[in-house]
């Protein structure tokens, strides 16, 4: 099915519209933008979707985001034509969403005060470079190849880096990747050099990282993969569509995702809108976006904690003026965010008007967690025989205190988004060692044991 595309900036007054092949950050006066379909998708494909999970060794039918192809047919291409498919489409021999959906794990279920069928959990750390990023890199790579780029760049708190990595290197494409220096987990380090990336290290944390990539990504019309890109945002709605098709397209009442640059929220958002406004679904899911308590700018402006103005996407009309009031603010405090769930240790959401719009057309709400209560989290994940790291611990913490406050109820159908694997076993261990900590199984000398069974 052929497609109309085109990219669109998302401010109402402004609506900008470019070309699908060319590569831009922002509408010429700053606003960021959205990847456009002319057409509306005929229902039946939901059906298509469905046979393609017997892939009969077609790779973009066995990838759990090629599978929705015609959902993001950016490309426009003849989603029905192998050999089309596969002189454009970028997939890491369509392992990218292939084992992730939703799971039912009884004792978060337990731990954080919900019916044990009403609580699902999406592991998205389940796919090739261990983290859901691999979703939008499909994407971001399908329309730099496009675009016959020879070198992408991005700024990353280490799961960027790894999946931009893992891809450009299976393409032939160079791949750079500016990362604040000692604050991002080994594993994912590690995972950037072993794909041949060329790794810049800055000294700063990831907004001081992202703003001197774009600036060198600007001076080098390099190509960014950063959730700036809002192709990687097209790839990221397959997280939803996994979700709600393992639903039979009943969309559950609630979509729990840790914050941090906002691209799942913007994702989800966007997502939920097109389906819609297609007919698709009738019901819209609730976004709860779970920050960290040390990295808490969406929590801290949507709720009206600073100034006392929530800050709302209001059509919009954003008060841009309160961001510029908070930012200033933090660097004159000098608050820095700081957290151990590196990934979302961000002060300043690249995507926070997106991610604002996402929430205002799904009624959304932003609650904050320890890192405490991040580590409980991911730990009880674990005793469900699922693995995830830190920042993805902010799902179960989150949804047990929206509980507690009752604006989750026990038996709402929830579906939380596990955004990525251990890349940190030393947390892990440091948790266990310490036996305070809820969880905690703490290792045991033999002798020991032997002694306490006399
Ligand atoms: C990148 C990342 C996040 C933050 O993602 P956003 O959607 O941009 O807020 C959260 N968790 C993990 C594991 C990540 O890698
Ligand atoms: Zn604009």
Not at 127 to 142: H, R
Not at 284 to 290: G, S
Request: hydrophobic content about 35%; some cysteine.
């Amino acid at each position: 099915m052929r497609m109309e595309a085109y990219q669109e900036c998302i401010d109402p007054a402004c609506r900008l519209r470019y070309p699908i092949d060319e590569f831009r950050i922002t509408c010429e006066r700053g606003h960021a933008l959205d990847v456009k379909y002319a057409s509306t998708p005929s229902k039946s494909l939901k059906d298509v979707f469905y046979a393609r999970r017997n892939h009969g060794n077609n790779i973009y039918n066995e990838s759990g985001v090629w599978r929705f192809r015609d959902l993001i047919n950016f490309a426009q291409i003849d989603t029905e034509e192998y050999e089309e498919c596969k002189k454009y489409l970028v997939s890491l021999d369509g392992a990218e969403g292939r084992l992730s959906k939703p799971f039912k794990m009884s004792k978060v279920a337990e731990y954080v005060g919900m019916d044990k069928d009403c609580l699902f959990l999406q592991p998205e750390g389940y796919n090739p470079s261990g983290s859901f990023k691999d979703n939008g890199m499909a994407t971001a790579l399908t329309h730099a190849k496009m675009l016959n780029v020879k070198k992408i760049m991005c700024a990353s708190t280490g799961n960027t880096s790894a999946s931009a990595a893992m891809y450009a290197s299976n393409e032939g494409i160079l791949c750079e990747v500016y990362v604040p220096r000692g604050e991002i987990a080994i594993g994912k380090l590690g995972q950037a050099l072993q794909f041949g990336a060329q790794v810049v290290e800055v000294d700063g944390n990831f907004d001081d990282a992202l703003q001197i990539m774009l600036r060198e990504a600007k001076s080098s019309n390099a190509y960014v993969v950063n959730s700036v890109n809002p192709f990687r945002i097209e790839g990221q709605k397959a997280i939803v569509y996994r979700a709600l098709e393992y639903l039979d397209w009943n969309p559950p009442d609630w979509l729990v995702y840790p914050g941090g640059a906002l691209g799942n929220t913007s994702s989800a958002g966007k997502c939920l809108m097109e389906l819609y406004e297609w007919g698709w679904i009738k019901k819209v899911p609730r976004l709860a976006i779970i920050n960290a308590e040390g990295a808490n700018t969406l929590y801290t402006l949507y709720n009206g904690k600073f100034n006392g103005r929530a800050l709302r996407w209001n059509k919009g009309k954003v008060d841009l003026e309160l961001i510029g009031e908070y930012y200033a603010y933090m660097d004159k405090q000098n608050i820095r965010p700081r957290t151990d769930a590196t990934a979302i240790q961000i002060g300043r959401p690249a995507n926070l008007l997106k991610g604002l719009r996402a929430l205002e057309f799904t009624n959304g709400v932003v609650e904050q967690v320890s890192d405490g209560e991040m580590y409980d989290g991911m730990a009880v994940v674990g005793l469900n025989g699922f693995d995830c790291e830190l920042a993805s611990g902010a799902v179960p913490a989150g949804i047990k205190k929206l509980r507690e406050m009752e604006v989750i109820k026990s038996d709402d159908i929830v579906v939380g988004i596990l955004t990525g694997r251990q890349k940190d076993p030393n947390l892990v261990i440091r948790y266990h060692m310490d036996a305070n900590r809820r969880f905690a199984v703490t290792p045991r000398a033999y002798k020991d044991l032997k002694k306490d069974t006399k």
